[in-house]
């Protein structure tokens, strides 16, 4: 470098790797384009400080930046194609703006002199992801690479944090430049207005009947040391939002259990009667509020929302008091605040005892009861285990009857994404290889993205993942029965054989067919060091936790004769 901070010439690609390096990105997951050759080059020049992650398919690859991003709360960055590499990576950024993961996707770009021409692969990324991210850009000139990616970082990270979205026109990789390379920016977190920190514990010794509702994203190791702190000194039951459950210490005894889809209808009865509603990191979305019927939208409940973006206070249910802050700063300045005497001692252990009931495993019909292979995974998840879930009512198994301990994770797509938890499971054993990853996911969702298990044998990790199998796409087949019971159209499906299948890529293969087979399964799944797949054949009529297709058929009249099944699934 010389006196005026100039480096030597680069091309824009290794302008690029240098960036990223500079701004501490650490992993980077791709599927190659031509359109990014030269930022390839440059990556392999950095190949030292960055890990560069060959993925099968764009949405895997994104959905792995996502997963790399909820679990460490920092940025890493996606790599895709122009065209129809940014399409199918567009899952990945849908998912990481409404879970408000922090990522950076880069899609390979067109000449830029060759824009409107309608060129091969050509879109105008500016409109296709301006409702999916936080920002969306275009780099023409190279010289502004090092600008751009501090700048997307930056944004990535703040506020709400959320996806930043960065086209790179081909030819602009080319480009020899001399330019610096930026530091990072040191911002402070924001914190609480200590007036309102006041407010809320007033509030707080006011009520009767208290439930925290615990969300958001980038909790670090600190801040939910100071968050449990906070909820136990008050005696506060805590309840925590949809695909957030390893965000509170589940066996803890004001742990009352999850808020989304498949809850406890006791838990949302219960919940009714709250008259304060602490909203930690929670935007009171959809699922959590049970399709916006669970608070007056008015208010007359006071619910107090703690969250980092203001513009997302009172969105839809208006608030007593809002709080902007960073998510650890407010637990920090919490568990500092005096506690309150609490005078709802018995309200707290009859919500946890609400959760205790909902955990005791029913006796499901069938050789696989899926209830007691999840009380039994509890038992054999390490003390720090990742487990990550894909869409679908399979999940509901392990949010019922699993309780998740401090120091273990559970990641998922808050907006439903299918084929999220294989690519999310790979990512995470990738970035923490010495923990346990397990990856949950149903028959129809394996079959979207599976093929990802390619990548973990590539880059020597091995998840473990569960196949929840009922031969059909099980939550549309539940509304369907709703809807036109009997009248099934477009839910079944046809699997290979799952454990062959695995070990056709090399890994380790278990098929579950009875409920004493699952803990020495998952065993020797973790004794074979390999990526492993366990199939779990489940009772294909028990369509959620708490009913089966014959109890959404029950009282409804059968079609005629010759018009569709009148018994059993199919």
Not at 143 to 170: F, Y
Not at 362 to 380: A, D, I
Request: proline fraction near 6%; charge should be neutral.
């Amino acid at each position: 470098m010389d006196t005026a901070g100039q480096k030597a010439p680069r091309h824009g690609g290794r302008v690029l790797a240098d960036a990223l390096v500079a701004q501490g990105i650490d992993h980077v997951f791709e599927v190659p384009g031509e359109s990014f050759l030269d930022t390839l080059d440059g990556l392999y020049d950095q190949r030292g400080a960055l890990k560069l992650v060959t993925c099968r398919f764009e949405a895997g690859a994104v959905t792995m930046a996502d997963a790399y991003g909820k679990l460490t709360g920092r940025p890493a960055a996606a790599m895709v194609t122009r065209g129809p590499g940014a399409c199918h990576g567009s899952i990945g950024v849908h998912v990481a703006y409404q879970d408000s993961t922090p990522m950076l996707l880069f899609i390979g770009q067109i000449a830029h002199q060759d824009a409107g021409r309608d060129a091969f692969q050509e879109v105008d990324y500016r409109q296709m992801f301006a409702p999916l991210a936080k920002w969306v850009t275009q780099v023409d000139h190279a010289g502004r690479i090092p600008e751009i990616v501090a700048h997307a970082v930056d944004v990535a990270v703040s506020g709400r944090p959320g996806p930043v979205v960065i086209a790179l026109s081909e030819e602009m990789q080319k480009d020899i430049v001399s330019v610096p390379d930026l530091p990072r920016a040191v911002v402070s977190r924001a914190f609480p207005d200590p007036d309102a920190m006041l407010r809320m514990r007033t509030l707080l010794a006011e009520a009767k009947r208290p439930v925290a509702i615990v969300g958001g994203s980038c909790w670090t190791v600190e801040g939910r040391a100071a968050l449990r702190r906070f909820l136990l000194a008050n005696n506060i039951p805590v309840t925590v939002g949809f695909r957030r459950q390893s965000h509170y210490d589940g066996t803890l005894d004001n742990f009352a259990g999850d808020l989304g889809v498949g809850s406890d209808p006791g838990l949302i009865s219960r919940f009714k009667e709250a008259d304060l509603v602490l909203a930690i990191g929670s935007r009171l979305g959809d699922a959590v509020t049970q399709g916006y019927t669970l608070l007056d939208m008015a208010g007359s409940v006071p619910i107090i929302q703690v969250l980092p973006d203001g513009a997302e206070i009172g969105r839809v249910f208006r608030t007593r008091l809002g709080i902007v802050a960073d998510l650890n700063a407010f637990a920090i300045a919490a568990a500092g605040l005096e506690p309150v005497q609490p005078a709802w001692s018995q309200w707290t252990r009859d919500l946890r005892s609400l959760r205790e009931a909902q955990r005791a495993v029913p006796n499901y019909q069938g050789k696989l009861n899926l209830g007691t292979v999840m009380r039994e995974l509890e038992s054999l998840l390490a003390p720090d285990a990742i487990v990550t879930t894909d869409a679908g009512n399979f999940s509901g198994w392990a949010t019922r009857f699993l309780n998740f301990g401090e120091h273990q994770r559970y990641i998922g797509p808050t907006n439903g994404a299918m084929g999220y938890s294989v690519p999310a499971a790979v990512g995470a054993k990738i970035a923490f290889p010495s923990r346990m990853v397990v990856s949950m996911v149903g028959d129809g969702g394996f079959m979207m993205t599976g093929q990802e298990v390619a990548t973990a044998l590539h880059h020597g990790v091995a998840p473990i993942v569960l196949v929840f199998n009922n031969g059909m796409y099980g939550t549309i087949r539940m509304h369907q029965e709703k809807a036109y019971p009997w009248r099934i159209s477009g839910t079944d499906l046809t699997n290979p054989d799952f454990r062959r299948l695995i070990e056709a890529f090399g890994g380790h293969g278990e098929t579950v067919v009875e409920t004493a087979e699952f803990t020495p399964a998952f065993r020797r799944a973790v004794a074979s060091g390999k990526p492993a797949l366990i199939e779990l054949r489940a009772n294909p009529d028990q369509i959620t936790t708490r009913a089966t297709i014959a109890d959404l058929r029950a009282g409804r009249t059968p079609p005629p004769a010759g018009n569709g099944p009148a018994a059993g699934t199919r």
